[in-house]
């Protein structure tokens, strides 16, 4: 049968969306922005630019590189969700070969660069976060929950690429906002995963909402985490890494993000699931401003120690 004509105005926007949706842009680009925040809190007083141009492209193509890969090897489940079946590869316009081969030329190229123009630790933990959501993370969502514990250790390493590229080491700093990052995504995605409880097993993917009481067990978490990011934002204070304005920023962020999670575990139905989802969304990008935007310690209380400011001197040991 005679193929139907397509005009180029939409057949270009549609291939586009197809490269768009293969790298995940949205996902991708927020990486970017929490490497970007953890390079500036690493330099608080004056931003090498080339550096950070560097740190973030590399830090670009290694986030598309696993997003690419990712679809790769699940693209037969993927196909089965209602979610995800328009995925590229998953409904047939990317082949598997196509999305692995550019996958790898990314990351390739990703690590490549954070290794020549910046330093090997950056270079290094881009490349883990590569393997560990491509080869930990993907296999381990069709056999155990805990794949969303090495998801946000996954989500929680790009801060960690931003502050090693701009100070080359990971102080403790570093390790506050990878504890940040990592709670935050408890109840971001277990809300997400509510949403989808009964799309994800039509994939094969085992997410706690979808199990048997796990519905319960997944609002406790996501209330619980959600109080939790109170004291990690006020530690990040007390570390010198931010001032009393971004203190603040983050327990309020964190007391309405957990007012959500407590509507959805005494609610338990999607309209509060969705509401804690959109807040989730809401709370990141406020507390990575009030971060970036009040970076260094508190000027009446800090003291310098090793060229670095500290308000309180907690022993650590965090490398």
Not at 39 to 45: I, T
Not at 106 to 129: D, E, H, K, P, S
Not at 232 to 255: D, E, K, N
Request: charge should be positive; charged fraction near 10%; hydrophobic fraction near 55%.
């Amino acid at each position: 049968m005679q193929q139907p004509i397509i005009s180029t105005s939409i057949a270009i926007p549609s291939r586009t969306r197809d490269w768009s949706n293969l790298m995940k842009a949205r996902l991708s680009l927020l990486v970017v922005a929490t490497t970007l925040v953890g390079f500036l809190l690493a330099e608080p007083d004056s931003v090498r630019w080339g550096a950070l141009a560097y740190t973030l492209a590399g830090t670009f193509l290694s986030a598309i590189s696993a997003a690419a890969l990712n679809q790769a090897m699940e693209w037969r489940h993927d196909a089965k969700m209602q979610r995800t079946a328009n995925r590229p590869v998953a409904s047939g316009r990317f082949s598997q070969t196509r999305a692995v081969i550019v996958g790898f030329i990314w990351g390739y190229f990703g690590c490549f660069i954070l290794a020549m123009q910046v330093n090997l630790l950056a270079a290094g933990l881009a490349g883990l976060t590569i393997v560990l959501y491509v080869l930990v993370y993907t296999p381990m969502k069709r056999f155990t929950t805990m794949n969303t514990v090495v998801g946000a250790v996954v989500g929680a390493i790009p801060p960690m690429i931003g502050w090693a590229a701009a100070a080359g080491d990971l102080q403790r700093g570093a390790w506050v906002l990878a504890a940040l990052l990592f709670t935050w995504q408890l109840p971001h995605f277990f809300a997400l995963a509510w949403l989808y409880r009964e799309d994800y097993p039509r994939g094969g993917f085992k997410m706690l909402p979808s199990m048997r009481g796990g519905e319960v067990l997944a609002a406790q978490t996501s209330l619980l985490s959600s109080l939790l990011l109170v004291p990690i934002g006020l530690i990040a204070t007390l570390l010198g890494v931010a001032g009393f304005i971004s203190a603040g920023a983050c327990t309020i962020a964190a007391l309405g993000l957990s007012w959500f999670a407590w509507v959805h575990l005494r609610r338990l139905d999607r309209p509060s699931a969705r509401r804690l989802f959109f807040a989730s969304l809401w709370y990141l990008p406020v507390v990575l401003i009030a971060l970036a935007a009040d970076r260094g310690a508190a000027s009446n209380l800090a003291s310098v120690r090793g060229g670095r400011s500290v308000l309180i001197d907690i022993p650590s040991t965090m490398p």
